[in-house]
């Protein structure tokens, strides 16, 4: 993901501030601790919107999205410039394992945590020594493959591999590089490619891909494995998760596909772009106006019980077309290469 900063003015008074932020940002996403990340991201975009230099607690409070622990730190950076907290972050061995477990494909801090108590030191002790899932082996097998990052030339390879293949059972299907690349990113952590076609349900999609796609793209030796998914994060079988290599190059990369009905093309799409937190941005701007946003399309009269659990689906609005969601939101038009919190 391209960081939040990436774009701050050059001459903004917090230039200094937000890179230490920044910092500490990246260090908890490191960790895996996405919500703290989360909201030193947010402190950050507050930051940028500044035109004085925020100096005082009391300034940093009196700013949104800031609250009353960041205005601390806010503060402490500008008076010492550097932040305590960030000398004693990683820098431990037990941190650095830590870090190189978090960073294996689906693993999370519960896991990473869980093989450290246990006593795992490395990724080779892992391999030979701990039971792990067939997704967790091919994770620290092909580690430092998935490290890697992707350059855009070779993210346009794949997708034109997979456009071809799917093309050859069906012209009329839509095959659209999604994820940081649409975002116009130079490199990506991955391939998100998603599948669709005008008036044609999942299922048909779906049954095309699993039939027909993906075992041809085996058999030409592109598709290296598939990785299984939890139920729990695609109960309706839409997506599909493995690694693939272009000719004449021996790295994995990490691909998802993404099967999209017709009529879901527009949410579908907006969701797969991202980035994850302008998507989070855009749900609660839809949740504050009493609609509901997610990737099948854009609702109104949703209800939910006291626990927040949705009760019904509510009503349709909007899920075919990217713009009108957008519209209908109250949100100004944003192409791809703008949607980065
Ligand atoms: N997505 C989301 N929430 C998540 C994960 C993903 O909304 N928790 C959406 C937005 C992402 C898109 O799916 O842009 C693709 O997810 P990736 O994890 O592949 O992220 P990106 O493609 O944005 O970045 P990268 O270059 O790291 O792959
Ligand atoms: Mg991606
Ligand atoms: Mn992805």
Redesign the pocket.
């Known amino acids: 993901?391209?960081k939040p900063d990436s774009d701050a003015p050059r001459n903004n008074p917090n230039k200094r501030t937000i890179e230490i932020l920044q910092q500490i940002s990246d260090y908890y996403e490191r960790m895996a601790d996405?919500w703290r990340s989360y909201s030193y991201r947010r402190a950050i975009n507050a930051l940028r919107r500044q035109t004085e230099k925020i100096v005082t607690r009391k300034q940093a409070q009196s700013i949104r999205g800031i609250g009353e622990r960041l205005a601390d730190k806010i503060e402490e950076i500008v008076l010492t410039d550097r932040l305590r907290q960030l000398d004693n972050t990683g820098s431990t061995p037990e941190d650095r394992i830590l870090q190189e477990f978090i960073g294996i494909y689906g693993v999370g801090l519960s896991q990473a945590s869980k093989w450290l108590a246990q006593g795992f030191r490395s990724l080779e002790d892992l391999l030979t020594n701990a039971q792990l899932s067939p997704n967790q082996r091919i994770g620290v097998g092909h580690y430092d493959d998935f490290m890697q990052?992707?350059p855009r030339k070779e993210v346009e390879t794949h997708g034109a591999i997979v456009r071809k293949a799917i093309h050859s059972i069906d012209p009329d299907m839509q095959v659209i590089i999604?994820?940081?690349?649409?975002?116009g990113?130079l490199?990506?952590?991955?391939?998100?490619v998603l599948i669709t076609k005008p008036d044609t349900s999942l299922d048909h999609i779906r049954s095309l891909m699993n039939d027909q796609v993906i075992p041809q793209l085996f058999a030409d030796g592109y598709l290296q494995v598939g990785l299984a998914t939890s139920r729990q994060h695609n109960g309706d079988g839409s997506k599909w998760h493995g690694a693939s290599t272009v000719p004449g190059s021996t790295t994995w990369r990490?691909i998802?596909l993404?099967f999209v009905p017709g009529d879901e093309f527009g949410a579908a799409l907006i969701?797969?772009?991202?980035?994850?937190i302008?998507?989070?941005s855009m749900r609660l701007l839809a949740h504050k106006k009493g609609l509901c946003l997610n990737?099948r399309g854009l609702y109104a009269n949703v209800l939910r019980n006291a626990q927040r659990v949705k009760v019904n689906p509510g009503r349709l609005l909007e899920s075919r077309d990217e713009r009108r969601i957008f519209a209908l939101l109250g949100v100004p038009w944003r192409p791809p290469e703008q949607?980065i919190c």
């Open positions: 993901m391209q996405h990052r992707i999604a994820g940081s690349y649409r975002r990113a490199d990506s952590g991955d391939i998100d990490r998802d993404l969701y797969f772009t991202g980035n994850d302008f998507n989070r990737q949607r």
